[in-house]
């Protein structure tokens, strides 16, 4: 099931100055539909899309928030809602940052997923695990819904 999910920091297919390090650095203002009643947790990611290897596009965890009741369908810029808690990034940070090189184009997916029951994120869980295990295809661990998409940032 596809949950649309939008921003209101997203202008055309580029994601605002004021979500990233040339601005406040905190996470855009994001807002999602229904999610599937028996879902206990969402999961929302920021992934650094990189260079196509082996025909697969590389991805980097840039800022993952777990713990996301199901019940909400929004966050304001830079909120943590009660019970939610950021996990560990590629980079080994525990925070939201979007800061690409100076001069480079980067492009982003921010996603969403739904946790299907019994399947929990705890707070020493690294996110690129919980990706992972969401992307796969074990009936047990994959998303029972998502909703993703993509914004680029040019960093001058």
């Excluded at 697969?56 to 019940?71: C, E, F, H, I, K």
């Excluded at 560990?88 to 001069?103: F, Q, T, V």
């Excluded at 929990?120 to 909703?147: E, I």
Aim: some cysteine; charged content about 15%.
């Amino acid at each position: 099931m596809n949950i649309p999910l939008t921003s209101s920091a997203i202008h055309g297919s580029q994601l605002s100055a004021a979500y990233t390090c040339d601005g406040k650095d905190i996470s855009p203002p994001l807002k999602w539909g229904a999610v599937p009643s028996s879902v206990e947790e969402l999961a929302l990611f920021a992934l650094e899309v990189g260079p196509r290897t082996a025909g697969r596009y590389t991805l980097t965890v840039d800022w993952a928030m777990a713990g996301v009741a199901p019940a909400l369908h929004h966050l304001g810029a830079g909120e943590l809602p009660r019970g939610a808690f950021v996990l560990e990034a590629n980079d080994g940070k525990r925070r939201y940052s979007i800061c690409p090189a100076r001069g480079t184009t980067t492009h982003y997916e921010f996603a969403l997923f739904a946790l299907p029951i019994g399947v929990h994120a705890a707070p020493q869980l690294r996110s690129v695990t919980l990706l992972s295990n969401l992307s796969s295809s074990t009936p047990q661990t994959a998303a029972p819904a998502d909703g993703a998409f993509l914004v680029r940032y040019t960093r001058r």
